[in-house]
């Protein structure tokens, strides 16, 4: 998938909100792809590595990478990743 409806201007500064995180989830084993921008402007990801199979990774979606990701483009709606399991509770 690609993201059709931003320019590379657009797709730069989502690689560089989300460098901003990216330590982080290294740290864990564990690493984001983005796999496309909506025309409703969800960034939607794939997470890799341990992130993928993390019972946390909703919680680290949620808290940590689309918040970084939404205060610095704030014409982004929403973050989801497409390969989240949901989580038991």
Same mark, same amino acid.
């Given at each position: 998938m690609a993201a059709t409806n931003v320019d590379q201007d657009f797709m730069l500064r989502i690689e560089s909100a989300l460098d901003q995180i990216r330590p982080y *989830? @290294?740290?864990d /084993? /564990?690493?984001?792809k983005v796999l496309e921008v909506t025309d @409703?402007?969800?960034l939607k990801l794939e997470l890799l590595g341990a992130c993928g199979s993390c #019972?946390?990774?909703t919680m680290t979606l949620k808290a940590g990478v689309e918040q970084s990701? *939404?205060?610095a483009i #704030? @014409?982004?709606r929403a973050v989801e990743a497409v390969n989240v399991a949901p989580s038991a509770v």
């Open positions: *989830l @290294e740290a /084993g /564990g690493n984001v @409703e402007m969800v #019972p946390m990774s990701v *939404l205060k #704030p @014409e982004i």
